[in-house]
């Protein structure tokens, strides 16, 4: 490691770029020496290039900091910096959850850090907290309420009485949802930061695909009205837990109790709530989106390295704990498929309101073994398909779907039925 005073270039100069300069004079005297954007017009300081490699083939530059997002030439930066013995901080989570491990590897070999603590819950220090703080521990289970957007969607549908449409066009008048939402609504955003967390939780390696998914776009008010009815909370929930030697991770829209601290997580916020073996369980909660909660740390990462390099910080990024992560315990441990989920499941049918319709429904659940606890049927109608609720006892995932094919086969039923898993999570 290099001595003397850090030198730092800063890749993308967009809404976290733009935080990380604001947030600069409390760099402590690290030197921002230049400042890379594709765009010219963004260009009105003497630091500025539109040109990478006046950051990555600077040898006095020792940080770099990655704010392009997207995958391949972020994917570039970030090798070609590690490759020259430059530390990286980024809060690319797309590219972390793709390509993280083999990034980390790298960078233990050149004997550099990788910051990313922004790529998670933005300002909230669950990176730092999870490989330091909790490093005496194993992590039992992680419940992430970790995309402020779909959050923001479903406490507006929630709050404001309003259909998912509606909620995700405010959304996105309020700057809290990209033109394209995809990302954010269909769960992917959370799966990426999912396979961030766990991977540093259970000490393993975990691919995009091992983690199920599925978004909020088929929640409508009446199922959040239904489930309120019934006591819970309709959240898109990331959750990873151990169970023996294998791994339960999944991202998906859940009832959670409406006495559960996560419940009460409203708007953008983000919350994360773990359980560790030593520690018990705790809740990490805050702003987990936005340029300068994101900045927020990006700085702490930045001057995190910088302190080590003078000595004064020695858990870093690359240090101790992750080596024996990567060392010892990344090895990779068994997925549970989703089709073995063994819980409790909310149901809405759209059927026609006729004599023995509701008993054909039964009958059908019944020989898949999956039991009734609730049923809720209030809208009547003759022709049209009315909504029946149920809340069913645990049962077998794999049940549940071929259930429900045999259901929505029934003529008596108008359209594709919805089921949301239930989770008990104690705090
Ligand atoms: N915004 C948040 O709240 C937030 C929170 C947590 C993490 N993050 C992560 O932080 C990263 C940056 O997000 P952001 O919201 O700041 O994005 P952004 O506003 O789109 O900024 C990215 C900037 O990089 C520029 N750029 C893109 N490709 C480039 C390239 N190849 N070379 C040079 N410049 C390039 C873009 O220019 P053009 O505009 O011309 O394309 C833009 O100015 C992403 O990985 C994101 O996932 C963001």
Redesign the pocket.
């Known amino acids: 490691m290099r001595s003397g005073k850090s030198k730092v270039g800063l ?9 990380v300069v604001k947030l600069w004079p409390r760099a402590d005297g690290i030197i921002l020496k230049r400042i ?4 010219k017009k ?1 260009g009105d300081s003497a630091l500025f290039s ?1 040109k ?1 490699d006046d950051i990555l083939n600077d040898p006095e530059i020792d940080i770099v900091i ?5 995958i391949n ?2 994917y570039r ?1 970030i090798k070609s910096a590690i490759e020259k013995g430059k530390n990286v901080v ?6 972390l959850a793709l390509k993280g491990e083999e990034l980390e590897k790298l960078a233990l070999a050149k004997g550099v850090s990788l910051g990313y603590e ?2 998670v819950c ?1 300002g909230i220090p669950i990176i730092r907290g999870i490989r330091e703080g909790l490093a005496a521990n194993r992590i039992r289970s992680i419940y992430g309420i970790i995309n ?1 957007t779909a959050n923001f969607i479903l406490s507006a549908m929630e709050e404001e009485g309003i259909g998912f449409a509606r909620a995700l066009s405010e959304a996105q008048e309020q700057g809290f949802a990209e033109s394209n939402p995809t990302l954010d609504i269909d769960g992917l ?1 959370s799966q990426h930061k999912l396979a961030i967390l766990a991977r540093l939780s259970f000490k393993t390696s975990v691919k995009l695909s091992d983690i199920y998914v599925e978004g909020i776009r088929r929640i409508t008010h009446s199922d959040i009205t239904y489930a309120r009815e019934l006591g819970y909370s309709i959240k898109l929930l990331a959750i990873a837990k151990a169970e023996g030697k294998r791994l339960d991770a999944r991202v998906h829209p859940t009832l959670i109790s409406k006495d559960n601290l996560l419940s009460s997580v409203r708007g953008i916020h983000n919350a994360c709530f773990l359980e560790g073996d030593a520690c018990g369980k705790m809740v990490f909660y805050g702003q ?4 300068l ?2 900045a927020s ?1 990006i700085l702490s990462d930045v001057k995190a390295i910088a302190s080590e390099k003078r000595g004064l910080f020695q858990m870093s990024s690359s240090g101790k704990v992750l080596e024996e992560c990567l060392t010892g315990g990344s090895s990779r441990i068994g997925i549970v498929p989703i089709d073995e989920l063994f819980t409790r499941y909310y149901v809405r049918f759209s059927a026609i309101d006729k004599p023995g319709v509701l008993a054909r429904i039964c009958d059908i659940l019944g020989k898949h073994n999956i039991s009734i606890v609730s049923v809720i049927q209030k809208e009547r109608s003759g022709t049209r398909g009315v909504p029946i609720v149920m809340m069913t006892h645990k049962a077998r995932e794999s049940s549940m779907r071929k259930a429900i094919s045999s259901i929505d086969r029934l003529n008596v039923v108008k359209e594709k039925s919805l089921f949301i898993r239930v989770e008990e999570v104690e705090d």
């Open positions: 890749i993308g100069l967009g809404t976290v770029g733009k935080s890379v954007d594709k765009d963004k539109t990478p990655e704010l392009i997002g997207g030439d972020a930066y980024t809060a690319n989570k797309a590219l922004a790529s933005a402020g955003d987990g989106a936005g340029g909660p994101t740390a």
